[in-house]
C-alpha cells in the first residue's frame, strides 16, 4: 500500500469511527480525492513528548539510592505534619507473623516523594534506626529527625527488595 492510499483510509475509517453523516458513495469519493491528491505530500507524524513531570528544584539526585534536599524544603515539612502527611498515605503493615513493620506508602504519582526515590507501595521500616512500628513512633521520631542532616531510610519495594535510601539536607 502507498502512502496517499493509507491516507483514504484513515478518511474512510476516521468518518465510520466518528459517525459521519452521509452515504457510503460520497464518503468514498471523499478517501478517493485525499488518495489522488499528489500535491499535499503525507508528512510523518510527530512523536508525542512525555509530558513533563513537575521537578522540584529543591530535590536532587545523586546516585540511584541517595539525594540531596534543600534545607528550605525540609523545613517546610518539619514545620508541618499535616504537610508533610500530604505527600504519602501511609498505612501500617505487618510482616509474616501479624507484627507490625513499618508502614506502607501511597504516593502521589511523580509529586516530591517520588521524585525523592520512595516508591508506591514502598514500605518503610526505619529512619536512621529509628523502628516505625506504631504511630507514637512514627511521632517520636519525627520529632528527634526533623533537624537532622542525614537520613537513612530502610525501606522494603514492592518486589520484597530491602534498600537503604539516603538523604542529605543542605
Do not use: C, F
Amino acid at each position: 500500500m502507498r502512502q496517499r492510499d493509507g491516507a483514504g483510509v484513515l478518511v474512510v475509517l476516521s468518518w465510520a469511527l466518528l459517525g459521519a453523516s452521509g452515504d457510503t458513495e460520497s464518503i468514498l469519493e471523499a478517501a478517493e480525492t485525499v488518495v489522488q491528491d499528489e500535491s499535499a505530500p503525507m508528512e510523518p507524524l510527530e512523536a508525542k513528548e512525555e509530558p513533563e513531570h513537575p521537578r522540584h528544584q529543591g530535590i536532587l539526585q545523586l546516585s540511584d539510592r541517595q539525594w540531596r534536599i534543600s534545607e528550605s524544603l525540609r523545613d517546610v515539612y518539619a514545620k508541618d505534619i499535616e504537610k508533610l502527611q500530604s505527600l504519602a498515605r501511609p498505612r501500617i503493615h505487618r510482616d509474616d507473623s501479624g507484627e507490625i513493620d513499618g508502614y506502607l506508602l501511597r504516593l502521589e504519582r511523580y509529586g516530591l516523594a517520588h521524585q525523592a526515590g520512595l516508591r508506591n507501595g514502598d514500605v518503610v521500616h526505619a529512619v536512621n534506626g529509628h523502628t516505625l512500628g506504631s504511630w507514637p513512633s512514627v511521632l517520636a521520631a519525627y520529632q528527634k529527625l526533623r533537624r537532622e542532616d542525614v537520613l537513612r531510610v530502610q525501606l522494603t519495594r514492592r518486589n520484597g527488595k530491602r534498600l537503604k535510601l539516603i538523604y542529605q539536607i543542605q
